[in-house]
T-cell receptor, first 110, second 114 residues
Framework: AQRVTQPEKLLSVFKGAPVELKCNYSYSGSPELFWYVQYSRQRLQLLLR??SRESIKGFTADLNKGETSFHLKKPFAQEEDSAMYYC????????????FGGGTRVLVKP | DTGVSQDPRHKITKRGQNVTFRCDPISEHNRLYWYRQTLGQGPEFLTY????????KSRLLSDRFSAERPKGSFSTLEIQRTEQGDSAMYLC????????????FGPGTRLLVL
């Protein structure tokens, strides 16, 4: 069965400091990995996906198949990055549904 | 069409009552998903449709839950004989099937069962 683990429930950092959100997964096959973000009073929205290999809002994430990880990183956190972040996976063996981790709340302090 | 919409946004009901939620996907999207999110957890998959066909149902979806997408457009999720444990946020998402499928989420319906 597929599983996504986000070990940190809360990350508190100062503005300008680096931030890294951890995500580990288990899946039989080739997964597609995503990071979704939910800002206060807004709906869940896609932040980035591993196949795009792009940086969104300064965030990057690298899929490490050996360590089954997909950690999200940003070198200089901004106050507007304060939000709830969810790591998720999908794949043909998972029927295209998303399996989410429990989420990490990021608080960026001024 | 500004995105996925859900109605109602909030629902308070008494235990044992039936409730029905509606989801309107992005118009050209052929896939529609339902998820449930309880406090402090990530969303959990319930079921999904491709056009009008319901292709997968989670074990979370007991026989009190039923979902339909009669014309391949909007979908309804009905919960019969609600229980306090059904209290949660019910999320709908839609997507266009393809290589780079992205699910777009609605604002959710928050259900409170008293």
């Amino acid at each position: 069965a597929q599983r996504v683990t986000q070990p940190e429930k809360l990350l508190s950092v100062f503005k300008g400091a680096p931030v890294e959100l951890k995500c580990n997964y288990s899946y039989s096959g080739s997964p597609e990995l995503f990071w979704y973000v939910q800002y206060s009073r807004q709906r869940l929205q896609l932040l980035l996906r591993h196949i795009s290999r792009e940086s969104i809002k300064g965030f990057t994430a690298d899929l490490n198949k050996g360590e089954t990880s997909f950690h999200l990183k940003k070198p200089f956190a901004q106050e507007e990055d304060s939000a709830m972040y969810y790591c998720a996976l999908s794949g043909r063996a998972a029927g295209n549904k998303l399996t989410f981790g429990g989420g990490t709340r990021v608080l960026v302090k001024p | 069409d500004t995105g996925v919409s859900q109605d109602p946004r909030h629902k308070i009901t008494k235990r044992g009552q039936n409730v029905t939620f509606r989801c309107d996907p992005i118009s050209e999207h052929n896939r529609l998903y339902w998820y449930r999110q309880t406090l402090g957890q990530g969303p959990e998959f319930l079921t999904y449709f491709q056009n009008e066909a319901q292709l997968e149902k989670s074990r979370l979806l007991s026989d009190r839950f039923s979902a339909e997408r009669p014309k391949g457009s909007f979908s309804t999720l009905e919960i019969q004989r609600t229980e306090q444990g059904d209290s949660a946020m019910y999320l709908c998402a839609s997507s266009l099937a393809g290589m780079s499928e992205t699910q777009y989420f609605g604002p959710g319906t928050r259900l409170l069962v008293l």
